[in-house]
């Protein structure tokens, strides 16, 4: 089946630094990626979808200069938050589109501190 | 109203019993719609993928889609331990997804 890979899987950074995570599609080509966010308990929450060789497409209320997305080739896009603050901790999650269903990343564990 | 309402739970059930995890929604245009599971700290796993109203079932899982009530249901025949984990419906018009906010299910041995 396809397969999702997210790395890396837990971050710890001081604030104001800048992390990159990085979503690769191992054995398919994935034409769209998607970047959510999921606090404790709650549900997944879509922040961008891109689209390989275009700008991604934000959300309502999610910071485009804080959370750069990068989607550069069609088995890999990147989520760099930038300047993280406390706030930002989170489980960042992504999924990648091919010709047949989604499928997740592992997720992405940011402690800010 | 979120669009999409799912029960938090928790829900504990003993092994072997049928497990029933519902979600409704408001947006007649989901057309899509899916059940995944996740375990702790880990992304989500599809279960289940049902287009429009009707049944599926797969093994001990069998989803039902009724787009007249805006009502989905999953359930779990025979639960093993294995099985608790948190459980989100998914459901969608196009390309986004919509979830659930999933129910956190424990399988008593």
């Known amino acids: 089946g396809a397969v999702v890979s997210q790395h890396p899987s837990r971050v710890i950074c001081k604030s104001g630094t800048s992390v990159k995570i990085e979503c690769r599609s191992l054995?398919?080509?994935?034409?769209?990626m998607f970047w959510y966010r999921q606090f404790p308990k709650q549900s997944l929450m879509l922040m961008a979808t891109?689209?390989?060789?275009?700008?991604?497409?934000?959300e309502q209320g999610v910071e485009k200069d804080k959370f750069l997305i990068n989607h550069a080739s069609l088995t890999l896009s990147t989520l760099t938050v930038t300047s993280a603050h406390p706030e930002d901790s989170s489980f960042y999650i992504c999924?990648?589109?091919?010709?047949?269903?989604?499928?997740f990343g592992s997720g992405t564990r940011l402690t800010v501190v | 109203q979120k669009e999409v309402e799912q029960d938090p739970g928790p829900l504990s059930v003993p092994e072997g019993a049928i497990v029933s995890l519902n979600c409704t929604y408001s947006?007649?245009?989901?057309?899509?719609f899916m059940w995944y599971r996740q375990y702790s700290r880990k992304g989500p796993e599809l279960l289940m993928y049902?287009?429009?109203?009707g049944n599926k079932e797969d093994g001990r899982f069998t989803a039902q889609v009724d787009k007249s009530s805006k009502y989905i249901s999953l359930f779990i025949r025979d639960s093993q331990p294995s099985d608790s984990a948190t459980y989100l419906c998914?459901?969608?018009?196009?390309?986004?997804?919509?979830f659930g906010t999933g129910t956190r299910l424990t399988i008593i041995p």
């Open positions: 891109s689209n390989e060789g275009s700008k991604a497409t934000y």
């Open positions: 998914a459901m969608s018009a196009g390309e986004k997804l919509t």
């Open positions: 049902t287009y429009s109203s």
């Open positions: 999924s990648a589109r091919g010709v047949g269903e989604t499928t």
């Open positions: 947006n007649s245009a989901f057309q899509y």
């Open positions: 054995d398919f080509q994935a034409t769209t």
